[in-house]
């Protein structure tokens, strides 16, 4: 047992000191330099100045509108785990091509930011974007300036940041899924119970360790 306990310890060090060294270490050095007016090219604690630029920024309207910019931005994240776990259920069933369709939905995980932006920036272009050009077929009428409206550039974001992050959250329902035993839902049958009773008793709640690490490294990413 303490070979084992040795061993754990090993292997949770290396996270540990790297957290400490790239992320701890930096935000107690910003946090540090917010107290100051350094610039770079003096002794930042020559130019202590406290809590000043914190009134500052909390006086300023602009740092209010952008952090609610930023709150509607989050919207997109109890859509993607919706989404996640309706589509890892559905991909929790044995259907031909399952295995296809799970590496479609990571494929833009792991795709360049750069490379999928440029795409959905044609999807959504005014004149000859791909879903106006949906629009036009569909209703004869030419759709919205998508980049262009303060309004409708927001649910655009939200849309292809949902679509990007989609994957992740699937792979982890559907790991979370899979490792429910069918027991449970064999015993929740012989009950009588339903669907829904099945869904709402066993899944959601066993499924609440991971739902509760997609919402907070969602926000960390947001």
Not at 77 to 99: F, Y
Not at 114 to 141: E, Q
Request: aromatic letters at 14%.
């Amino acid at each position: 047992a303490k070979r084992e306990e040795r061993t754990a310890w090993l292997f949770i060090t290396l996270p540990i000191v790297g957290f400490l060294l790239f992320m701890a270490y930096p935000i107690l050095y910003a946090f540090v330099a917010s107290l100051t007016k350094w610039t770079g090219t003096r002794s930042m604690f020559d130019t202590f100045c406290g809590f000043d630029n914190y009134v500052k920024l909390f006086s300023d309207p602009k740092f209010w509108r952008t952090l609610k910019t930023t709150i509607i931005y989050l919207i997109g994240i109890p859509i993607g785990m919706i989404l996640g776990i309706i589509l890892a259920m559905g991909m929790n069933r044995k259907i031909p091509g399952v295995r296809v369709l799970r590496t479609m939905y990571y494929v833009p995980v792991i795709s360049s930011l750069v490379a999928v932006s440029i795409l959905w920036a044609w999807v959504y272009n005014y004149d000859y974007g791909l879903l106006n050009m949906i629009i036009k077929t569909l209703t004869g009428k030419h759709g919205p300036n998508w980049l262009g409206d303060e309004t409708l550039i927001k649910i655009s974001m939200i849309i292809f940041m949902t679509w990007k992050g989609l994957g992740n959250s699937i792979i982890l329902y559907l790991a979370g899924l899979q490792s429910i035993p069918r027991s449970y839902y064999e015993a929740a049958v012989v009950d009588g119970a339903n669907g829904w009773h099945r869904f709402k008793s066993i899944t959601l709640p066993l499924l609440s360790p991971i739902t509760f690490y997609i919402l907070i490294t969602s926000l960390i990413g947001g």
